[in-house]
């Protein structure tokens, strides 16, 4: 965890706030479930301890935070490993992207099929019983 901190951007005082162990354990179970706004909190707490938080340091967090997410979601395992400056690098896009969306208001609507269509896939699904 403390190479990926530092990978993130965070200094030597901010990480060993993060990691000290009379807290409460930061894992990348415990970021999975942190959302941009409780991230902000965090850092408002960590610059309460005293230690300086810079705002790249805090977006990267906020990026391993929604990859983890993304990895519970399509089943991966979580590695500290895994998080280097450049697998943060490569993440943004799609975080940006992933908040950017908004679901589009007007749905395509679909036309109710007519009754010759109807028919006609009926007597093409169920084969026919005259020549029985």
């Given amino acids: 965890m403390d190479v990926m ?10 990480r060993a706030v993060l990691l000290d162990p009379d807290r409460e354990n930061l894992s ?3 970021l999975a479930t942190l ?8 850092a ?7 230690a300086y938080v810079s705002t790249n340091a805090l977006e ?34 799609e975080r940006k992207s992933e908040s950017e969306y908004e ?10 099929p007519d009754n010759a269509r109807r028919s006609l896939a009926l007597s093409m699904s169920f084969p026919s019983t005259s020549h029985v």
């Fill in 60 to 93: 990267n967090l906020k990026t391993i935070s929604y990859t983890c997410r993304h990895m519970e979601r399509t089943q991966r395992t979580l590695d500290p490993g895994n998080f280097n400056a450049a697998s943060i690098r490569l993440w943004k896009p």
């Fill in 44 to 50: 408002k707490s960590l610059r309460a301890a005293g």
């Fill in 103 to 112: 679901d589009p208001d007007d749905r395509p609507k679909l036309a109710k």
């Fill in 28 to 30: 990348l179970e415990v």
């Fill in 35 to 42: 959302d941009d706004k409780e991230i902000d909190q965090l």
């Fill in 5 to 14: 901190l530092q990978s993130a951007g965070f200094n030597a005082a901010a």
